[in-house]
Structure formats: structure tokens, C-alpha cells
């Protein structure tokens, strides 16, 4: 395991809402290896997009610290980020060439004469026509502004880049070029990376190591390998569970109980506890610590430190034989 | 919850209350030397300090400023230099006369201008709509005074129906002198309260209009719609009861602005409100009305702001039953 | 326009023919839907799948009769329960809708009218449709609200919407759809705004609700898992023209169309690690700039002179149907990654 | 040069020319205004008598009903005032005066408004809540009694010679006063949504500062929502100023706006004379009612709902 490019521990952010003090990102610890691929998976109002832009440097955080290693090959440590919505990430009055050129000026990167030159070479690289810098971005698909964000992004030449869901608001074809397109470039530039999704399947093929947060609280954390074959957190389970899967037509999914509960007001205890077919005691009064369990994962929940190996808290979901032939029998209920 | 809100408001209402004072105080003290005005322009040094101390500015100013607001939450607001009498009662007075006028052009501007724009709205392609447009457009271009003279001009002068200044004969209930009693009082009251009103009137029309259709193409509509529900009940029991809502806070604050306006209302016609008071105030520079005015109608608009505000949360229950 | 094969099943529920939607412009009339036709058998859920901007959401407003203007149907018809009803005049359109034809949209949050309760806008809709009483109206109302899964349902009936969670309010959503007992529901995008544990619970209850009532859907998503799960039979749209239709486990398993392969290919597995996602390049076409023919052939591998000159009318290729003049041989998916 | 030409080209082929040729008041309206500003500026050689050369005026034509109107004469077509001026001439430099004064108001407004606007929305916290705080004071009081109320005590503190010559300039200030919350708000509104947009943060993380994005990034894309509000606004600025001088306290007598003239002719109403105040009134209401049909046609063309 090479030393991580980035640590972080006991990261909190808190909010001030209606009176009360909200944690969204409550106490959380990971480090991501250089040169790899962390993801953060989870459910909206979980904290990742607020984590992430902590890691940004975009937000402070309330507490808990967040170091980078320095740099291999007399590299300089730079964030850049790739963002969700491709209408929102690049300033409608500006050309797209100005937009990428900017974060080389300004940190002059490149000698005055050469950064028009570095700007279609970028746009050639991530897929797009050298002529495109005099266009603005409304002369765009949402795909290609995508990559036009990619480009800005890779003109800072950072050493670490910050996802947020990039591919959340594409098509399924045009998401498929910008994942190819990433992991590409994050292979040819040796980038770290952080990778925001609350898309399971997206989250497995970019990444090495995915974490899984649940209302501000990192609950599992696992090489993307072992995360799939042996889920350990009963949330993780239903996440991979409720997941609609292709070809395999009706499944008997045991449709998990209740609702994610609002970040305003989190139950005590371990917070997925309403929602826990194997909910204890314990689990009602006591947070429980992530700790590291066998082949590189680490999980926080009170009933898999007491069982001595892996529980099964959410039935693997039967497939009900091939979909319904065509002449519409009335279905087995599901 | 509703007390925090109220709270808040009321802050919010004291905070532009004592700031207006300060406006006030600070008016009443260093502007045109209320010491001259007084003793006479070539009175000796002395009997300046002397009226100076009778009037007790050579206190410190904090101090000043206390008395001043502990005297105008009586009503005491000192002595009109132009008529020679205490503020409160040329005050007293005139509200009436203001308040009336206000009053009629309010319900002509709301009863009439928000119907019309609910219309507009509901059918933007007839042919009323379009002249309700270009009515409005005329109605916000054409100032308060040149409509009041071009009333004149017709009803006064060519036909001769309306007398064109005066309150008419007024009937004395108690303090309060209201024209709502005589024919005459209505006559002379008429053609002010429709200057008042047309540009207020065109104001919540093309304010309720685009309101209306902003809701007309909203999620909720389309799906009333699609659940095939009476195009009556879209249009008023859903979409108009979302208009109202934002209609409310600004009708609120224009009603507010009414009483300004009544001020070129008033000069055009000569009637005998506030509006013509403080014209007349400012242009012979008598400070005490003019401060005491100032309270009024950020007192008035306080008043009215809260009002809006508390109506608004009565109202929409979004704001009301927190989950 | 071929005649689809009369396959002893009863008469379907709905049938539309060369479904031809048109949306004035300042370049000139656009073609949103060019040529569309299916059939939706009773108590059947026929998935709509395709990209944004295909004109999926479009198929299903047209069946409503709630296009926004300037968009209107300019040809083909929509049978429904064998009378036609595309050119039905407004008032007798809107009878229909609710009690015969009912919708989902896929925003919880904006659904729902946020100044009436809960329980106002279902009484209001059952008694616009059905004979009750207002008593009687509010125990079905109550009663609904327990059948969708809203807990304690008597007090939560004069809720306001936005004392309800979205999950909770999809649920009420589907409730008011149901409640005039439609034969038929139009399910744009349901689940789209909502969190995957959340959309589980929803699509069963939308599945079984509808199952216990022989209630016809039309499920339109962009989610090919959500189809594979739900659907009986799909209908993949591409450029407002339908590539394919069929049952769920060919369309899906053994996809003919190139385009449907493609976007088969570049669905990133859940179930196990993919290298490389296989990648249609390009661009759907934007309505303005329709490609001649058939609409994929820019992008299509096998495209031959006939995709670039004439539009592949749909014919039979086992128990499905495809507009394509070289349907791919039906290997499964598997090899063709 | 060549942006210029690439600007052309692009205006050319864009949406808002092709709204402005299929709106006919968008383009009448346009044309008018030019007219309006073409009198104005060109009023010297249009007027066919200065009206502030009093040598020239002739006592005993005043009072002249305009040309159409029997007693009148072809020399003064509208006819003429209480002093003898001929309405054309004087009604030409009095637009000319209102237009002077609605236009710089404005622009005052619009910078005070703007700038505050900008600080307000992207700074946000204290400095946010005092610039709002302010706003809702000013809002307690409406354009007219804020204008009113300013020149008035000016006019009591400042001795006489000193206001006449001040006059003008505290109008302005006056008007521009009362106008500029409309643009702090908006502005601010706009800038708020803004700044949180994520191409603002994408340059935050390349470490620029605050007021450089705020005038690289942010500014220009407040620009369409100011020029709706401030060319509807000049519409507003010109009643206001016209208010004011017909309530006897708006510019100096010496050299008189619409308003003034409006005024002026208000006192001979009764005696007949209609023409010394009607012309005059219609003038303004023209000028005013084009700037505010050429406003909507521009707010609807720029807002990205509509299009």
C-alpha cells in the first residue's frame, strides 16, 4: 500500500439550521492512497457533496484535520473539481477557450505564447475540435460541456482532482464517454482522486476504494472488490439490494422499512438503528467506531463486532424466473 | 415558532423606528435654527441663550434626543412655525381627510386591479387582455398629476359635474371629520380617490397577471389537470390561492406607498390632507411638521409591514404547522 | 405503417397509430414524435425507455392530451378503450382524464398544490369522478392513504404536503392517481427524483397496487434497471422515433437494434467489474437537426446506404419488433461485449 | 476591430434581433425614443425661438392658443405661454431637461444600486444585513417623499443663491436616492445565486480572490437583469423629476422640465388656456410611455424563462 497522498481524520462540518446545530458531515476518518480512486457512496442528505467540498478547500471544516503528502515527481499539490451540473459549471458570458486558459494565466503555468497552443491541445484531448475555444458554452451539449470542464480542470494541472457526481445529470451513452474519458486521464496524469456518486454501479467501475456514508457518517469503507462480494454494513446491504438489476427481470427485493430519516433531526445512537433488521440495544444509546475488519475493509456497526463472521442482515433477493412472457397471466405477486 | 417570527418582526420594526427618529431628531435640531425662528432674526447674544437654554438644547445630545422621543410617544412634537399651532393638532386634523381618500383608492386599486389582472392571466390571447395591457402600460406612464388635471380638464371644466378641489361638506364624528356622509363629500372625493388609484390599479394588475400565469405552468397545475379536475376549480381554487399569497406582501407595502403618492393627489386637488400639509411644510422649511410627518409614515409603514407579515403567515401553511 | 400481427389477446387497451407530434418554431415546424405506434393491453406495464429528448415524456402526454402549446398532434390516432381520442374536444378529454386515463410526474416536491391538505385534493379528486358524499369521500381518502403506506393515515389526512418526506409524497401522488380508479396511468419518470432505497419501495407499491387492479401503465424512464424489473413489455425511443419494442427479457437480453445493444453496453454493471464501458460515440440529434433515414445511422456501426436514404419501417423478429434494415443476430449480450 | 465586427455579426443572427423585428412595439417604441432623444439633443437648432433670450419674447403675443385653434398663428404653432415663449421651443428644451435629469439619476442610481447590490450579495454576514437594513428604511418611504423630502431641506438649509445653482444636481441626487434599492436588491439576488454557482467555484480553487471574481465573473452576468430595470427605471426617474418640478420643487425655474411647464400651465387652467399645460403633459407621457413598452419588450426578451 503505497503512503496515502491524502489523510484525513475526524473531519466535521456543522451548519446553524432553524435553531438547531446540524453535523452534516459528522467525525469522519479515510485516507486515500496516491494515485488511486476513493469514492464516497450514499443516499442524499448523507454529507458527501459537503465533505467533498471541504476536501476541496471550497468550505472550512468545524473540526478534524485534512493533510496532503507531498507531491511525487516535483509536482505541485492542486485541487481541481469536475462538477454535477454542466449548465452551472462554466460562466455562460465566457468563451470556453477563456475559461480553460484562466487557470494557466493565472497561476502561469505556461509562457504567455504557448497557452493558446495548450488550450486546443486540451480540447483535442478530452474529445473536443480546436476551433471549439471561440464558441460559448449554450453551444454545447450537456456531454460536452462535461468535457469542457474536464479540460479547465486538467489546464490547473492539479495533482488531485474532486468529482461530484459528473456523470448524475448525463445520459446513459453520453455518461459512458465521460467515465471512459476520466478514467483515461486519470491513468495517463497519475492523479488522485475523489469520486462523488450516489450511483452504485458508476462508484465500481472507477474506483479502488469506496467508502459508504449514511447521514453524515462514514459506516463502511472497502477495496471496491470486497465491498461487492462481501458487503459487511446491514445499510450496504440494502443499498446493493435495492438496486434494479438488469436481465434478471422481477425480483423479490425485501423492500427495506422506513424512511431516510431528515438530517435536521438524527436518531441517537448509530443512526441507521429505525431502519435495522438487527437493531440491539446498544445500537439505540452508542455510536459505533468504524473499525478495521479482514481484507482491508472497516465498518462501524455493533452487531457485526459481535458476530464472529459476516451476517447476512438483508435476504439476497430471488429472481423470479424470467420476466412475464408477453400474454400478460396475471404476475406472482412480488 | 409563530412567537420567534413575531419577534423577529417586531425587532425588525423597532430597529427602522428608532432609526427614522434619529432621521427626525436629528432634523428637528440642526436644521434651520429653531432658536432664530423664534426670537427674531436681530435678537442679542444673550436672550439667544437664554431661549437657547428655555429650550433646553444646550443639553447634552443624547439627552436631547430622549426627551424628543420621550415627547413624541405622547403626541408632543412642538409648534408648527407656519400655523402657530402644536404639531399634533394640524396633525390630528388633516389624518382624517388622507386616511379617507387612501381608504377609497385602496379598494378601487385592489377590487379592481386584481380581478383584472386574474382575468389577464387566465386568458392571455383575448382581446380584453390586450387592452388591459396597453391600459396598464398607459396607467404606470402617465404621472398621478397630468391624469388629475386631464379629470379636471373634463368633469370640471368642460362638464362641469365634479367640483375640482375642496373635500366637499365634511360631518364632525367626535375629532374625526369624514366626507362618506354628504353627497358632496362623495362628489369631491371621487375624482381624487381614481387619480389615487390608477397607478396603483395597474400596478397589481400586471403584478397579479404574470403571478397567475407563473402558477398556470406550474407541476402542481399539470398534474390537477391531469387528474381532470373542473377547469373552474383549477383556475380559482388552486391557481388563484397561489397567486394571492406573494400578491399579499406587495399589495401590503404599495398600500403603504399610497399614502405617499397622496401627496401630488392632494396638491392637484387641493385637498385638505397630509400630503398638502407636508408640501406646504417642506416648502416653508417648518421642520417640526415635517419631522413629525416622517414618524407618521414610518410608523404607518411599520405598522402596515407587520400587518402584511403576520396576514402572510396566517395565511400560507408552509410558514405555520412546521413539521 | 404495418399492421401489428392480431394476436389472439383480447383488443388492447390502448393502440396508437403513426403518432406524428409537431412544435413550431421560428426555423420552422420541428418533429418531436415522428411516426410513433404501440399497443398497452389492460392491467399491462409497457416500459418507455430512451434518452432525454427522445420523446418519451412527449408519448405520454399526447395520450393525455396535455401537450403545451405550440406542440400538437398533426397525424396518426390513439384508440383508447376502442373510441379515438386524439381528436377528442377539451371538455370531454378532461372526463377522461383521472377516472379513465391517470398520470404520475416524477417531482414530488412540485406535485402536489402546497395550500391544500392532503385529504382535500384526493376528496376533491374522487368526487369530481365518482358519486360520494363528502363523508364517504374522506373515509376512501383515509382509507387510500393506509393502502399507499402513509402511517397513522386518519390524522395524516389534513396534512399539508409539506409535512410529508418525498418518499411519502410520491406515495400520496400515486394514491391520487389511483383514486378515481383509472384503467390506465401514464408514469413519467416516478422514481427519477428519488433516493434508490426509497424508489424500491415505490415501484412495488406502483407494481402491485396496479396488479390488484388490472390498472394498465406506461412506465417512461431512462433507467434500464428500473424497466428490466418492472415492465412487461418495453418500447426503446430514440430521436421520437420507437427503434424497438417487445417483451422485456428479448429487448433486454437479446437486443436487435443497434442502438439498444449500445445502450445496453454502456449501462456500467453493478454485479461485476468492467474494464472499459462500451461507448456509442456522438450524440442524440437534436430535433432542429434530424439526420435523413433512419435517425441513428451517424453513429450506427452498420449503417448502409439504405439506413442513410429511407426510414426501417418496424417488422417482426421473434417476438419482437424493430425498425432496422440489419437487426443484429440475437446473440446474447454477453458475447457481444 | 475585430470584435466589434464579431459582436455585429453576432447580434445579427441573435434571438433578441429576431424578437425585435417580430414585436412591433418593441421597434416603434425604439423608434420613438430615438426621436425623443434626437429633439432633445438637437433642441437649440430645432427650437425656432430661444426661449431664454428675453429680448426676443414678445409680451403681447402671450397667451396665444396654438396654430389649428382660431387666434392662433402659423409663427407659434402650439402657441405660447404666460410669458410669451413659444410652446415648441420651450417644450423642446423642457424634454430636453427631463430627459437630462431622468437619464443621470439613473445612472447614479445604478451605480450606488449596483455596487451596494454586488458587496451585499457576495459578501453577505454584517456588512449584508446593514445594506438590507438600510434598504428597508428607504423602502419605508417611497421615491417621491425620499426626493421630496431631500430637496425640500436643502432648500431650507442651503441659502437661496447657493440652492438655485445646486438645484439641479440635488434633483438628481435626489431622484437617484430614491431608485437605487430597486437595483441593490435585484443585484443582489442575482449575485447571490451567482456566486454559488459552480464556475465561480472552479475559480475560487485556482486561488483568486473574491473581488476579481465578483468583476471577471460574476458582474457580467448581472448585466441583462440591470438594463431591464434601468431602462424602465429612466421612465420612472423622468415622472419623479416631472412630480417634483410640478410640486414646485424640482430643477430651478430658470430653466424649466416638462414638469415645470405642466405646472405652469396648471395655474391658467381655469382661465382657459388648456393648451400651456396639455402639451406639454402629453410629451411626457409619450416619452414615458415608449421607454416603458421598449422596458418590457427588453425584459421579456432577455428573461431565459420566456425564450
Known amino acids: ?334 | ?323 | 405503417m404495418t399492421t401489428l400481427n392480431a394476436s389472439p389477446a383480447p383488443a388492447p387497451l390502448l393502440s396508437v397509430r403513426g403518432l406524428r407530434v409537431q412544435i413550431p418554431t421560428r426555423h420552422g415546424p420541428l418533429l418531436a414524435l415522428d411516426d410513433v405506434s404501440f399497443d398497452i393491453a389492460r392491467g399491462e406495464i409497457l416500459g418507455f425507455v430512451g434518452e432525454s429528448g427522445a420523446g418519451k415524456s412527449l408519448t405520454g402526454m399526447a395520450v393525455l392530451g396535455l401537450l403545451d402549446a405550440p406542440a400538437h398532434i398533426a397525424a396518426g390516432e390513439i384508440i383508447f378503450d376502442g373510441k379515438p381520442v386524439h381528436a377528442l374536444p377539451a371538455s370531454q378529454m378532461r372526463k377522461l382524464r383521472g377516472r379513465r386515463i391517470a398520470a404520475i410526474f416524477q417531482d414530488p416536491l412540485l406535485s402536489l398544490n402546497p395550500l391544500l391538505t392532503v385529504g382535500d385534493q384526493l376528496t376533491e379528486t374522487m368526487c369530481t369522478h365518482l358519486p360520494l358524499t363528502s363523508e364517504e369521500a374522506r373515509e376512501r381518502a383515509i382509507d387510500w392513504l393506509r393502502q399507499v403506506g402513509i402511517p397513522s393515515p386518519a390524522e395524516r389526512v389534513d396534512a399539508y404536503p409539506h409535512q410529508f418526506s418525498g418518499g411519502m409524497r410520491q406515495r400520496i401522488v400515486i394514491a391520487l392517481a389511483l383514486c378515481a380508479e383509472p384503467d390506465l396511468v401514464i408514469a413519467d419518470e416516478p422514481t427519477t427524483a428519488l433516493d434508490v432505497s426509497v424508489q424500491a419501495q415505490v415501484l412495488e407499491l406502483l407494481r402491485t397496487q396496479c396488479r390488484e387492479r388490472g390498472t394498465a401503465v406506461l412506465l417512461v424512464t431512462h433507467d434500464m434497471g428500473v424497466i428490466s424489473e418492472n415492465a412487461d413489455r418495453v418500447a426503446v425511443m430514440y430521436a421520437g422515433h420507437i427503434a424497438e419494442t417487445g417483451p422485456v427479457d428479448q429487448i433486454v437480453n437479446r437486443p436487435r437494434h443497434p442502438y439498444t445493444r449500445g445502450l445496453m453496453g454502456s449501462i456500467p454493471p453493478v454485479d461485476s467489474d468492467a474494464q472499459w464501458l462500451q461507448q456509442i460515440d456522438g450524440a442524440m440529434p437534436r430535433l432542429a437537426s434530424r439526420p435523413t433515414g433512419c435517425a441513428f445511422h451517424p453513429r450506427c456501426a452498420h449503417a448502409s446506404a439504405q439506413c442513410v436514404s429511407t426510414q426501417p419501417a418496424p417488422h417482426q423478429e421473434a417476438d419482437a419488433l424493430v425498425a432496422c434494415w440489419h437487426p443484429q443476430q440475437h446473440a446474447p449480450m454477453a458475447e457481444a461485449l | ?307
Open chain 4, 1 to 307: 476591430m475585430k470584435t466589434l465586427m464579431l459582436t455585429a455579426r453576432r447580434w445579427r443572427h441573435s434571438d433578441l434581433a429576431w424578437s425585435l423585428g417580430r414585436s412591433p412595439e418593441a421597434w416603434i417604441s425604439a423608434l420613438v425614443l430615438l426621436a425623443y432623444l434626437g429633439m432633445a439633443v438637437l433642441a437649440p437648432l430645432l427650437a425656432p425661438q430661444n426661449p431664454f433670450d428675453l429680448a426676443a419674447l414678445d409680451l403681447m403675443d402671450a397667451r396665444m392658443p396654438p396654430a389649428w385653434v382660431d387666434g392662433g398663428q402659423l409663427k407659434y404653432l402650439f402657441g405660447t405661454d404666460g410669458q410669451g415663449r413659444d410652446m415648441v421651443s420651450v417644450m423642446l428644451y423642457g424634454l430636453r431637461m427631463s430627459l437630462l435629469v431622468g437619464v443621470a439619476s439613473t445612472l447614479l442610481s445604478l451605480v450606488v444600486g449596483v455596487t451596494l447590490g454586488l458587496v451585499a450579495g457576495y459578501v453577505g454576514g454584517r456588512i449584508d444585513n446593514v445594506i438590507m437594513r438600510a434598504a428597508d428604511v428607504q423602502l419605508s418611504f417611497p421615491a417621491i417623499l425620499v426626493a421630496l423630502l431631500i430637496d425640500g431641506l436643502s432648500r431650507t438649509v442651503l441659502p437661496r443663491a447657493v440652492h438655485e445653482q445646486l438645484s439641479l444636481l440635488i434633483v438628481i441626487v435626489a431622484i437617484a436616492l430614491a431608485n437605487w434599492v430597486q437595483y441593490a436588491r435585484t443585484v443582489r439576488g442575482v449575485t447571490m445565486i451567482e456566486k454559488d454557482k459552480d464556475y465561480v467555484n472552479a475559480v475560487r480553487l485556482i486561488g483568486m480572490g473574491r473581488a476579481r471574481i465578483l468583476f471577471r465573473h460574476v458582474l457580467p452576468n448581472i448585466l441583462s437583469p440591470v438594463l431591464v430595470i434601468a431602462t424602465l427605471s429612466i421612465g420612472l426617474a423622468v415622472l419623479t423629476e416631472a412630480t417634483l418640478s410640478f410640486l414646485g420643487l424640482g430643477v430651478p425655474a430658470t430653466s424649466p422640465s416638462l414638469g415645470t411647464l405642466i405646472r405652469l400651465g396648471n395655474e391658467v387652467l381655469f382661465s382657459g388656456e388648456w393648451w400651456i399645460t396639455v402639451l406639454p403633459g402629453l410629451l411626457l407621457v409619450g416619452l414615458v410611455l415608449s421607454v416603458n413598452l421598449f422596458g418590457d419588450w427588453l425584459r421579456d426578451a432577455l428573461n431565459p424563462r420566456l425564450k
Open chain 2, 1 to 323: 415558532m409563530m412567537l420567534r417570527f413575531l419577534l423577529g418582526r417586531l425587532a425588525n420594526a423597532a430597529v427602522v423606528m428608532v432609526l427614522v427618529s434619529m432621521l427626525s431628531f436629528s432634523l428637528f435640531n440642526f436644521i434651520g435654527d429653531p432658536v432664530s425662528n423664534l426670537v427674531g432674526e436681530n435678537a442679542t447674544v444673550n436672550e439667544r441663550d437664554a431661549m437657547r437654554h428655555a429650550l433646553g438644547l444646550d443639553q447634552p445630545l443624547p439627552l436631547q434626543y430622549l426627551k424628543f422621543v420621550g415627547r413624541a410617544v405622547q403626541g408632543e412634537f412642538g409648534v408648527s412655525y407656519r400655523n402657530i399651532e402644536p404639531v399634533s393638532r394640524v396633525i390630528a386634523s388633516r389624518l382624517p381627510a388622507t386616511l379617507e381618500l387612501s381608504l377609497v383608492a385602496a379598494v378601487l386599486a385592489l377590487g379592481v386591479g386584481i380581478p383584472m389582472g386574474v382575468y389577464a392571466g387566465l386568458k392571455p390571447r383575448s382581446l380584453l387582455t390586450r387592452g388591459l395591457q396597453v391600459l396598464s402600460l398607459v396607467g404606470i406612464s402617465v404621472p398621478s398629476f397630468v391624469t388629475g388635471i386631464i379629470l379636471i380638464l373634463i368633469f370640471s371644466i368642460y362638464l362641469n359635474w365634479l367640483p375640482s378641489f375642496g373635500r366637499g361638506d365634511t360631518v364632525m364624528l367626535g375629532a374625526w371629520s369624514t366626507g362618506f356622509l354628504s353627497a358632496s363629500g362623495w362628489k369631491s372625493l371621487l375624482m381624487p380617490a381614481v387619480t389615487l388609484a390608477l397607478f396603483q390599479l395597474t400596478l397589481f394588475m400586471r403584478l397579479t397577471r404574470t403571478q397567475m400565469m407563473e402558477v398556470l405552468r406550474s407541476e402542481y397545475i399539470k398534474f390537477a389537470r391531469a387528474r381532470g379536475l373542473r377547469e373552474r376549480s383549477i383556475n380559482y381554487r388552486h391557481a388563484l390561492r397561489n397567486t394571492l399569497i406573494p400578491i399579499i406582501t406587495v399589495a401590503g407595502l404599495q398600500l403603504g406607498s399610497m399614502i405617499a403618492f397622496s401627496i401630488i393627489t392632494e396638491t392637484v386637488f387641493q385637498w385638505p390632507g397630509l400630503g398638502l400639509l407636508i408640501i406646504q411644510a417642506i416648502s416653508f422649511g417648518d421642520v417640526p411638521v415635517i419631522a413629525a410627518y416622517l414618524l407618521l409614515i414610518a410608523l404607518l409603514f411599520v405598522v402596515i409591514n407587520t400587518v402584511v407579515d403576520l396576514l402572510y403567515f396566517a395565511v400560507d401553511p408552509r410558514l405555520r404547522a412546521q413539521r
Open chain 1, 1 to 334: 500500500m503505497s503512503s496515502p497522498y491524502l489523510s484525513v481524520k475526524n473531519l466535521s462540518r456543522e451548519f446553524k439550521a432553524q435553531g438547531r446545530t446540524v453535523r452534516a458531515v459528522d467525525n469522519v476518518s479515510f485516507e486515500i492512497p496516491a494515485g488511486t480512486t476513493f469514492s464516497l457512496v450514499g443516499e442524499s442528505g448523507c454529507g458527501k457533496t459537503t465533505l467533498a467540498r471541504v476536501i476541496a478547500g471550497l468550505d472550512k471544516p468545524s473540526a478534524g484535520s485534512l493533510n496532503f503528502a507531498a507531491p511525487t515527481g516535483g509536482r505541485v499539490q492542486r485541487t481541481q473539481m469536475i462538477f454535477q451540473d454542466p449548465y452551472a459549471s462554466l460562466n455562460p458570458r465566457w468563451r470556453v477557450g477563456d475559461a480553460i486558459a484562466e487557470p494557466i494565466t493565472f497561476q502561469n503555468l505556461r509562457p504567455r505564447t504557448e497557452v493558446k497552443q495548450r488550450v486546443e491541445d486540451l480540447l483535442v484531448r478530452v474529445g473536443l475540435a480546436a476551433a471549439d475555444t471561440a464558441k460559448f458554452p449554450h453551444e454545447f451539449s450537456g456531454g460536452q460541456r462535461q468535457r469542457v470542464s474536464i479540460a479547465r480542470a486538467l489546464a490547473g494541472e492539479p495533482s488531485f482532482l474532486v468529482c461530484d457526481e459528473p456523470t448524475s445529470a448525463l445520459d446513459v451513452s453520453v455518461q459512458a464517454q465521460i467515465l471512459n474519458l476520466l478514467k483515461r486521464l486519470e491513468k495517463e496524469e497519475g492523479l488522485t482522486s475523489l469520486f462523488i456518486s450516489h450511483n452504485l454501479a458508476v462508484v465500481r467501475f472507477v474506483s479502488s476504494m469506496i467508502g459508504v456514508m449514511y447521514l453524515g457518517r462514514l459506516v463502511e469503507v472497502a477495496p471496491t472488490a470486497e465491498l461487492f462480494a462481501a458487503p459487511r454494513h446491514p445499510y450496504t446491504q440494502l443499498l446493493l439490494e435495492a438496486i434494479p438489476r438488469i436481465g434478471q427481470g422481477r425480483r423479490a427485493v425485501a423492500v427495506p422499512a422506513g424512511e431516510l430519516p431528515s438530517p435536521l433531526a438524527p436518531p441517537p445512537g448509530c443512526t441507521f438503528h429505525p431502519r435495522c433488521p438487527a437493531v440491539m440495544d446498544i445500537c439505540r444509546r452508542e455510536a459505533p467506531a468504524l473499525k478495521p475488519v479482514a481484507h482491508g475493509a472497516s465498518v462501524a456497526c455493533h452487531a457485526v463486532e459481535a458476530a464472529s463472521q459476516p451476517i447476512r442482515f438483508m435476504p439476497k433477493a430471488a429472481a423470479l424466473g424470467a420476466a412475464l412472457s408477453s400474454n400478460l397471466t396475471s404476475g406472482v405477486p412480488a
